[in-house]
């Protein structure tokens, strides 16, 4: 079965760069969620997007933006990054954004910065 | 409030052991999911089971089990027969009506099975 795709899989930047992460969902699935997994930490919640629109907004900096576009898939983009931006960077799909649906997650992209 | 509390930090028992990982929860919702995901060392989070707030039904799939009891606000995970692919960092997360779109995840259990 098709699963979640991000890439790219690793990046390495240096501070104040930018980077763009991207999220592509499982087929038909409407719903996007951006998490960030920091070293020895558990997965905290960004951003999703529900059909095209912002659904809901967690602990996201305002150096970070994301947007989902019409074939549902989605873009983190990070400006002038931190040492601490370094981490696990997940995105999770699932079918609606409703309570009982499952998020799927995908392999995640590995950001360094140096 | 809402929180996932998995007490034990680290696990580790020889294979073919069985094993528990414990998992309790905090909601003021009704409408609730609990989930277990599965974080192996090549850092993916894989989906193991999710469970609704109406269904107290223990679950069975091979060699992992699920005991969910809402008296005690827990929802504790049982590998039978251990192996060392099982060797992996473990999440127990909430879902809850009133905060639909985040999934909360508890610390992590970090489970090493010894051959």
């Known amino acids: 079965a098709a699963g979640v795709i991000q890439s790219p899989r690793h990046l390495i930047k240096e501070k104040r760069e930018t980077a763009t992460l991207k999220c592509y969902p499982i087929?038909?699935?409407?719903?996007v969620y951006w998490y960030q997994q920091g070293p020895g930490q558990d997965p905290q919640f960004l951003i999703s997007?529900?059909?095209?629109?912002?659904?809901d907004k967690g602990s996201i900096p305002d150096r970070f933006s994301a947007q989902q576009f019409s074939d549902y898939h989605s873009e983190l983009n990070m400006s002038s990054l931190e040492l601490g931006d370094s981490a696990l960077y997940f995105c999770?799909?699932?079918?609606?954004?409703?309570?009982?649906?499952?998020?799927?997650f995908g392999p995640g992209t590995r950001l360094l910065v140096l | 409030a809402q929180k996932v509390t998995q007490a034990q930090t680290e696990i580790s028992v020889v294979e073919k052991e069985d094993v528990t990982l414990d998992c309790v929860y905090e909601t003021r919702d009704t409408t609730y999911y609990l989930f277990w995901y599965k974080q192996p060392p090549s850092g993916e989070l894989v989906f193991l089971i999710r469970r609704n707030s109406f269904d107290e039904q223990n679950e069975i799939s091979g060699r992992y089990s699920w005991n969910f009891q809402k008296s005690t606000s827990s929802f504790n995970f049982t590998i039978t027969a251990s192996q060392v692919v099982d060797s992996a960092v473990y999440f127990c997360a909430l879902r809850q009506d009133s905060s639909a779109s985040k999934i909360i995840f508890g610390s992590g259990t970090r489970l090493s099975i010894r051959p």
């Open positions: 999770a799909s699932s079918l609606e954004q409703g309570v009982g649906e499952t998020q799927y």
């Open positions: 087929p038909r699935h409407d719903t």
């Open positions: 997007f529900y059909e095209k629109m912002q659904s």
